[in-house]
């Protein structure tokens, strides 16, 4: 699998991420990042990981945070745990900018879908996203749709990915 080592990842909606510990860094066990969110983000919709724990941290502004049935609104210093299988989301409800800090422990699928969000622009490559859930045995899901119906069609989505392949001008780059 072709990775990256940019730490800079800039979304096409808005978040600018700033990668402080990846998978590789910590040999897996965990995967670090600052991310600054626009005014107004909706942000991911509601989904689960099957295996890993995602702790948010507001450093400045606020981030509006669903942990099940659960809607916290959180100020800086404050932070909130995720607990693997834990139907959850976020946003930016605000007119400022948010600056957040987000462990995920252990290190899942998330580095690897935010490094293909951030090469694919504004359109999110959801072939892409399949083979990396795929590889990292289907651990994240959408809320809402059931796993007997939601697996396959992530099976069926990453066979038709295209190979891994650099992004432009990173041919030859090492990290």
Known sequence: ???SMERVLRMGTGEVLTILRSGADTGGSAFGFEAVL???LSGPPPHRHRVETETFSV???VLRVRVGDRVRVLEAGESVTVPPGAVHAFSNPSDRPARIRTVETP????????????AAGRIPPLRRLARINVEHDLSFSVHGIPDRIQRPLWRALAILAPADRPPQGMIGRTG
């Open 1 to 3: 699998m072709f990775m």
């Open 107 to 118: 290190a899942g699928p998330l580095e690897d879908q935010f490094r293909a969000l951030a």
């Open 38 to 40: 626009p005014p107004g």
């Open 59 to 61: 450093l400045e502004g």
